[in-house]
């Protein structure tokens, strides 16, 4: 009997425990650090692209944790690197600082993908601020071809972060006609909680299984992407000859650890 207790309560200690983990992670408590340092390669692969930069939130942070996106994403090769820069609370005025100076120092980012807004919809109430927000950071990257997750909250949650969430993503819609180089993946229909992959309590992040999910998702959607890129710039270069000699850049990337986040957030 006593024996039948004590398990009991060491599975409930052990579940507690993980929840707890995942709850502090998601408030910034626990940061995960953008993963390894890239091996040496050449700058520009045989697709003609050179490196994805991803900046997220603690949203990515969890799919690259328990998801290992990034890992993934470099073994399909589309392009010479990944570097994936995701830190908790994270708004998108904080990513556009973060893109700008990825953009100066590390050469040959031919993609970006984006999973911000989040935060910003928890903390921002102004109607104008999502179109505002997006102009910017659209302006910052140019015509680097950009992939953006939208926002999605749990339908159980806050209603005014969920309406929020919507008005960001009607935004993110509308900002396609101004910027032919934007695309979306829409997390925001694609995900439906059930069984263990869905929110916790707090209504933004997600157990472990969400997390896995969210990871599985995020690949597919940036594999797409990528493979839309490399097939527009066959279609678009292939009655160019060029009889320049191009050099190759064979720098070494590395992925660096922020300290760690202290913002309450994604």
């Given at each position: 009997m ?42 520009i ?17 969890g ?5 290992a ?11 010479s ?32 993908v ?10 921002r ?46 935004e993110?819609?509308?900002?396609q ?15 439906v ?18 997390y ?15 493979t839309?890129i ?9 009655t ?5 000699t191009?050099s ?19």
């Amino acid at each position: 009997m006593n024996k039948r207790i004590l398990t009991s309560r060491q599975k409930f200690t052990q579940r507690l425990g993980a929840y707890v983990a995942i709850i502090l992670f998601g408030l910034g408590t626990v940061y995960v650090a953008p993963i390894g340092v890239q091996a040496k390669q050449a700058s520009i692969n045989p697709n003609g692209q050179g490196k994805l930069l991803i900046v997220g939130d603690s949203l990515t942070i969890g799919a690259n944790a328990f998801g290992a996106l990034a890992t993934k994403l470099r073994a399909e090769k589309v392009w010479s690197g990944v570097i994936l820069d995701a830190k908790a609370g994270r708004r998108t005025s904080h990513g556009i600082q973060t893109i700008s100076k990825r953009l100066q120092t590390t050469p040959n980012i031919t993609a970006l993908v984006v999973a911000l807004g989040t935060n910003d919809m928890i903390s921002r109430r102004e109607t104008k601020y999502p179109r505002l927000v997006i102009d910017q950071l659209m302006t910052k990257v140019g015509q680097i071809p950009v992939l953006w997750v939208n926002v999605k909250f749990s339908p159980t949650g806050r209603a005014d972060w969920r309406a929020r969430g919507v008005r960001f993503n009607r935004e993110l819609r509308k900002a396609q006609s101004r910027y032919p180089n934007l695309h979306i993946a829409d997390w925001s229909t694609s995900f439906v909680p059930s069984g263990k992959s869905r929110y916790i309590v707090d209504g933004v992040h997600l157990t472990v299984s969400g997390y896995k999910t969210r990871a599985a998702w995020m690949q597919s959607q940036i594999i797409t992407y990528g493979t839309n890129i490399i097939n527009a710039t066959t279609t678009t270069s292939t009655t160019i000859v060029d009889s320049t000699t191009t050099s190759v850049d064979s720098t070494t990337t590395t992925t660096t650890t922020d300290t760690p986040a202290t913002t309450q957030g994604t």
